[in-house]
């Protein structure tokens, strides 16, 4: 890519960003304070809705108060406490796991030391953790510990490809490290918010409502459901 195209995708991106804001309103994301609990929520989070991880989430702490109850107790136990957040049998082994091997690292079940330290470290803390992908450390990063950093779920990376911001054939992490580069700093968690609250309401999976969406004139993919 040259320098020029550079320039032009990077003022489509801000263009982009402006409209969404203007259309959607504030793109602000909720914050969390503890990046252990915002890992396990992601996880959690996986293949449901924020509304269902939340339930499982808080269900796990009812019945466990601890991380380390967590880690130590039987796994069919950590999966009821989570049903409500489905893929109970894979997520709770896989929450168990990760929660081991940060107490073996760290000696507690304490992710605290990542609010002083360098995002390129917490990135590879938390990806070399038993089933933490590039999206859950970004996640982490985001909402936990407000970095600038640019989650791709779904919805972000099936917007995304429609707009021609990432390769129509990307996986995720490709479309990560994409976005990473392609993306400001300083709009990267306001544009993913953006992105995702319209691939919820107007982007959809299935047939796009695109006759409502703010960047129909600018989307290469309009023409094909207008």
């Known amino acids: 890519m040259s320098d020029a195209a ?22 602000e994301p909720p914050r969390r304070t503890d990046p252990l609990d915002e890992l396990i929520l992601t996880v959690l989070s996986q293949h449901t809705s924020d509304i269902n991880a939340g339930r499982a989430f808080e269900s796990l702490r009812a019945k466990y108060p601890s991380w380390e109850q967590v880690a130590k107790a039987r796994s069919t136990g950590v999966a009821a406490a989570i049903r409500s957040g489905g893929l109970a049998n894979t997520k709770a082994p896989r929450i168990q796991a990760i929660l081991r091997e940060i107490a073996e690292r760290e000696g507690r079940y304490d992710l605290s030391w ?99 969406c703010p960047l129909n004139d600018i989307c290469p993919t309009a023409p094909l459901y207008l």
């Not at 002083?116 to 990806?127: E, H, N």
């Open 114 to 212: 990542m609010e002083d330290a360098d995002d390129q470290d917490i990135r590879i803390y938390l990806t070399s953790l038993p089933g933490v992908g590039p999206k859950t450390a970004a996640v982490v990063l985001a909402f936990a510990l407000g970095r600038s950093a640019m989650p791709v779920d779904t919805h972000v990376h099936r917007v995304t490809k429609r707009l021609g911001l990432v390769p129509p054939k990307s996986t995720a992490e490709q479309a990560d490290r994409v976005l990473h580069s392609l993306v400001p700093a300083p709009i990267r968690v306001e544009l993913h918010v953006g992105l995702i609250t319209l691939g919820r309401e107007i982007c959809k999976a299935g047939t796009p409502r695109c006759r409502d």
């Open 6 to 27: 550079t320039a032009s995708d990077r003022r489509r991106v801000r263009t982009i960003h402006r409209r969404l804001k203007r259309h959607f309103g504030s793109l």
